[in-house]
């Protein structure tokens, strides 16, 4: 059956705030695209961003008169999101979606918190119906991490529309488009093998994590802008599904976690910067879990294209 192509409408700019990352620099330079966090005057006297083990970026698109923001992921505490947003000088009343990549700790606790902010406004949230399912780690030596889930019971108010789809979802006026599941199609991006889900009372292997999506934003003669969570999906498959379900094969800027930290993933990093370098986005800016090693390998092998994540950084493409 042929992939159905959705193209979202092409904008004129996007800009997007890094709210919560893993890493943090207020020394970082920017450059033509990275505006970062401003030191002013007196930078060790004012208030500044935090770093937590998690993801939440701002999206704000703009076509023409018309434009959207969209939250993606809110980090991993109910703390973080909110301090960094005010210290940011990020106001919640103008998200008008939020989107969860995934339902692991470190990218929807925060979400609560932001819910109560943004008081009697109503709001899309948009997340796969695997978001809600508990999870742990099986480690190698027996060993087990517990991964809370969201609870539907922390949203059941009229402010807040739940829209739990595995397809893709056009937000603010088609500029933004969630990708919905993404499609496994290479032969090295296997999943995540310690990880499982409880399904029915019974837990099971979960190592593809389905609910894994990403953002796509279509920048006028420019191509695609993709933001990932994790990337458990893999950052190749990502990138390609983005590229199938648009139609459109030129890629922009890839931004977020590529998920290849650690030893079960190391070995794929030579494959997944060899295909990097074959699809040739203009940026790249791996976050979060993407993981040093993987990190120095993309900054060494595509210098012109990486550029260093670091909270409170806004891109403008």
């Known amino acids: 059956m042929a992939q159905k192509i959705i193209v979202p409408l092409e904008v004129d700019q996007v800009k997007i705030t890094t709210v919560m990352d893993n890493n943090i ?180 292997p979960d190592p593809l994590i389905m609910d894994d999506q990403c953002v796509i934003v279509n920048v006028r003669s420019k191509g695609l802008v993709v933001v990932t969570g994790c990337g458990h999906s893999g950052i190749i498959n990502i990138i390609r599904h983005a590229q199938a379900i648009t139609g459109i094969e030129k890629v922009y800027a890839v931004i977020g976690g590529f998920h290849l930290t650690g030893g079960l993933f190391e070995p794929i990093i030579p494959a997944t910067v060899a295909a990097l370098q074959k699809i040739g986005p203009r940026y790249l800016v791996p976050g979060h879990c993407t993981g040093w090693s993987a990190v120095h390998q993309i900054a060494r092998a595509m210098p012109d294209a990486f550029i260093a994540n670091s909270v409170g950084t806004t891109y403008v493409f």
């Open 25 to 204: 620099d207020v020394l970082m330079a920017g450059t033509e695209v990275a505006r970062r966090f401003p030191l002013g005057p007196h930078p060790f006297e004012r208030t500044q961003p935090m770093a937590e083990h998690g993801f939440s970026a701002l999206l704000n698109v703009r076509q023409g008169e018309k434009q959207g923001t969209v939250l993606f992921d809110t980090g991993v505490s109910r703390t973080g999101i909110l301090y960094n947003m005010d210290v940011l000088g990020l106001n919640a009343a103008d998200i008008q979606a939020i989107v969860l990549s995934h339902g692991h700790a470190d990218h929807a606790m925060g979400l609560p918190a932001l819910i109560d902010r943004l008081g009697t406004r109503h709001l899309p949230l948009v997340l796969h119906p695997d978001a809600f399912l508990e999870r742990k780690l099986v480690l190698p030596n027996g060993s087990e991490v517990n991964i809370p889930p969201p609870r539907k019971a922390d949203f059941r108010s009229e402010n807040i529309e739940i829209i739990e789809k595995v397809g893709p979802s056009m937000l603010v006026d088609g500029m933004v488009l969630v990708s919905g599941e993404v499609a496994r199609t290479t032969d090295f991006e296997k999943g995540f093998p310690l990880h499982y889900a409880k399904r029915h009372d019974v837990w099971e």
